[in-house]
């Protein structure tokens, strides 16, 4: 994503049909709601595939959510945290103070390292 015509956000998740969701979720969390990457990266997730059929993170949501989405013909099926997607994102900040990164801790990885250049 760019910001100023600058490379600003780059973010992905590694392969299955969830790959498109849970980029999606990500990425309406941070530039719909302004949240910031970690807190982004931490929201419960949710993925559907078939008509009338949704996997949600399991603990993720308020019974109340599952039950209204039951009652209205939804089957709802919980599922792991590993199930629903990992992302990894690396932000530049646009203050040009350095960068974030983040690694999903639904899935093996870190973010770390010091800021080795400031060319963007």
Known sequence: ILHDGKPWLIAGSHGSQRIITVLSQFLIHILVSGMSIDKAMAMPRIHSEQYKQIMMEEGG?????ISGLETVGYDVKLKSS???????????????????????????????GPLISNTF
């Not at 992302?87 to 990164?101: E, N, P, T, W």
């Open 82 to 112: 590993f199930y629903v997607g990992a992302v990894h994102a690396v932000l530049k900040r646009i203050d040009g103070s350095g960068f974030q990164g983040v690694a999903d801790q639904r899935r093996d990885g870190i973010a770390a």
């Open 61 to 65: 949501f308020n019974s109340s959510v």
